[in-house]
């Protein structure tokens, strides 16, 4: 494929370094950790990178959800196609991240904090489930003057996505790039990251929601919206219908909401606000279970293919087609990684 050099996808959020080991019981308890969950890391959590390097023998690996995504849609796309922006420390840690996607051909564009060592991803794998507690520190140092400062790469990518995780960090920044696309009729990705993301940081979500043009999340996000919104729901079909007919600032496009469910089907609403929406259904591939490795970055891997989809001009269905595909070639790695060589959808 010859190079776009356009950088048409620019994906801002938390640059982290996954610090990733199997564990048991017994750890997730001492932490008060939940076996599948992502929450921000406390005081109590502080041991846990230690812990998981010295006695789980944890493995170093790119993370960050939208650092994932990002590598995952440039894997899709001609080189010089995407670019990550977000916040990291002067340290080893930022050249690991650096050169996984140097590697990735994604392009790179971080703030180097002088203080701040860069953020950090205790991810805790028990069988198919992940813990994952987050030492922000850099990552949490993004500003929007960091984004006006590198405004020519807005200006230069006609698609956005943020990581819902963001919203923890640096809601101008995610104001910013989407008010931008509504202005210019470009488009806006969000992603709603965790479910503590819609019920911690409601407000927030519901700040960029009207410029989101795809939402991407899973069943226990889209749920966690329902319940902070009292929406009195758990049905999927129902929140997606919902999130689809909200009110939108730019009415040249609709609104689709892609809502995956582990091994049950995607469900797609597409919707314009006082419409009613439009619902299909995808059905996962399946996958034998011991050509599983671990599900860490699964949801990120999806909205990286899809995102790849989408830059290529395909139809929805291929676009969640390629999500499938991407996340079952990613959980086949070791944590939120694609293969190599490459492969071809
Ligand atoms: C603000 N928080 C909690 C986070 C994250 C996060 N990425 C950004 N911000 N918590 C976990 N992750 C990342 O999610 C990926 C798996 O979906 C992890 O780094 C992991 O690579």
């Not at 995610?174 to 990251?193: D, I, P, Q, V």
């Not at 993301?197 to 960029?208: R, S, T, Y």
């Not at 999806?302 to 395909?314: E, I, P, V």
């Amino acid at each position: 494929m010859s190079s776009t050099g356009k950088f048409e996808l620019l994906c801002l959020e938390n640059p982290l370094l996954d610090i990733q080991g199997t564990g048991d019981e017994k750890l997730l308890q001492k932490y008060g950790l939940k076996p599948n969950d992502a929450i921000l890391a406390e005081k109590q959590h502080m041991d846990l990178y230690q812990e998981l390097m010295e006695k789980h023998d944890a493995k170093l690996i790119a993370g960050g959800a939208a650092q994932n995504t990002a590598r995952g849609a440039q894997y899709c796309l001609p080189p010089d196609s995407v670019i990550y922006i977000g916040c990291v420390g002067k340290d080893e840690h930022a050249k690991t991240l650096e050169k996984a996607n140097k590697e990735a051909g994604l392009k790179t564009c971080y703030r180097y904090d002088e203080e701040q060592p860069t953020g950090r991803c205790g991810v805790v794998i028990t069988g198919h489930n992940r813990s994952m507690c987050t030492d922000l520190a850099a990552a949490n140092c993004y500003k929007i003057e960091h984004l006006k400062e590198n405004w020519e790469l807005v200006e230069q990518a006609n698609t956005y996505f943020v990581g819902g995780y963001h919203l923890t960090v640096c809601v101008p920044a995610a104001l910013a790039l989407a008010e931008e696309a509504a202005k210019k009729n470009k488009t806006f990705f969000l992603s709603l990251s965790a479910p503590f993301i819609p019920q911690f940081f409601k407000d927030q979500v519901d700040q960029c929601l009207p410029y989101t043009d795809y939402l991407i999340g899973n069943e226990t996000e889209a749920r966690a919206y329902a319940a902070a919104h009292d929406m009195n729901t758990e049905d999927i079909p129902t929140i997606a219908k919902h999130l689809a007919c909200l009110p939108k600032k730019n009415a040249k496009k609709p609104r689709a909401v892609i809502i995956t469910q582990g091994t049950d089907p995607t469900v797609v609403a597409v919707g314009a606000e006082g419409e009613e929406a439009q619902l299909s259904k995808y059905p996962v591939h399946s996958i034998e279970q011991s050509k599983i490795n671990d599900t860490n970055g699964a949801g990120d891997a999806f909205a990286g293919g899809f995102l790849g989809g989408y830059m290529q001009g395909r139809e929805l269905k291929t676009c969640v087609d390629m999500g499938q595909w991407l996340a079952q070639l990613s959980i086949q790695e070791l944590g939120p990684s694609y293969p190599y060589p490459k492969q071809n959808y």
